[in-house]
């Protein structure tokens, strides 16, 4: 099966991905497409598999670990005050969580319900030349926490 995301993942493991933030023990920690929330970030598992559930416990446990650690690091990089964490796989049969750091400076009736609400289409894209300091301060903190591969 080819997803976007097993796309994704060959694209990173080839360095062809510019959105590629760090190779970590279960995957591929990537900027988002678009940045309506600055730092939105992706784990993206290697190898690619179906859903959470087909993982044993020992990749379950290091997936999940390593998605908190890049919230961690998200907190740390930016002004967010909390992280959302979403794994939902109905348009890409193919296990990715969706990491989203979430801001005070949010519209009131945006900050208090999912993401999914806001325009996806009108949100900035992912820029390297603005994106970059950002991705190697999530970088530096991955390797600091011991999670990068």
């Not at 190779?23 to 993206?44: E, I, K, M, P, T």
């Not at 009108?122 to 991955?142: C, G, H």
Request: hydrophobic fraction near 40%.
């Amino acid at each position: 099966m080819s997803t976007l995301i097993h796309r994704r993942v060959e694209d990173c493991r080839q360095g062809r991905n510019p959105k590629t933030i760090a190779r970590v023990h279960s995957g591929w920690a990537v900027l988002g497409d678009v940045q309506f929330l600055r730092g939105y970030s992706l784990l993206l598992p290697d190898p690619v598999v179906v859903d959470l559930n087909t993982m044993t416990r020992e990749q379950r446990e290091t997936y999940l670990y390593e998605m908190s650690v890049i919230g961690d690091a998200l907190l740390s990089a930016t002004d967010a005050y909390r992280i959302n964490y979403e794994i939902l796989g109905n348009t890409e049969a193919a296990l990715h969580a969706h990491i989203f750091p979430r801001y005070r400076s949010e519209p009131q009736e945006l900050r208090r319900i999912p993401v999914w609400s806001y325009d996806w289409q009108n949100a900035p894209p992912f820029d390297v030349s603005r994106d970059q300091a950002l991705m190697d301060r999530i970088a530096q903190y991955l390797d600091h926490a011991g999670i990068v591969s």
